[in-house]
C-alpha cells in the first residue's frame, strides 16, 4: 500500500507460478486474493513488469485478445446453509489457453 497516495487501500494477494513457456514468454499463476480490490490481480501484475496477456488496460502484450484471466475455483458459502459450495472450471485449451497442455491442475 503506497501511504502517500490519498485513499489508499490495502490490496494483498500471493502467487504461484505453475508452469512457464519459453517459447510465448508466457507464466501460468495460481493466485490467491487477501483482499478483493476492483482489478486487483491486473493492476498488481502490471506493477511486478509481468502484465496479463491481453489487458488492454493494464498490459501491452496480447493487443487485441482477449484478457487470459480466468477464475479456475470460486468457494463461496451458502448464505443459509453456510455450507461451502465450490465451483471448478478451466478455459478451453485453445488459443492463448494451450499453455495448459499437460498441466494437472
Known amino acids: ?3 502517500d497516495k490519498k485513499n489508499a487501500k490495502l490490496a494483498k494477494l500471493d502467487y504461484e507460478v505453475i508452469t512457464y513457456n519459453e517459447v ?5 499463476l495460481k493466485i490467491n486474493l ?12 502490471s506493477n511486478f513488469g509481468h502484465s496479463i496477456f491481453g489487458d488492454q488496460k493494464y498490459g ?13 475455483e ?16 478451466l478455459p478451453e485449451n485453445n488459443g492463448t489457453w494451450c499453455i495448459l497442455k499437460g498441466i494437472n491442475i
Open 1 to 3: 500500500m503506497n501511504k
Open 24 to 28: 510465448k514468454n508466457l507464466s501460468l
Open 34 to 45: 487477501h483482499t478483493g480490490r476492483h482489478h486487483q490481480i491486473r493492476v498488481q501484475l
Open 60 to 72: 501491452t502484450r496480447g493487443q487485441g485478445k482477449q484478457i487470459a484471466l480466468w477464475a479456475y
Open 74 to 89: 470460486l468457494i463461496i458459502k451458502h448464505p443459509i446453509t453456510k455450507e461451502e459450495i465450490v465451483f471448478k472450471d
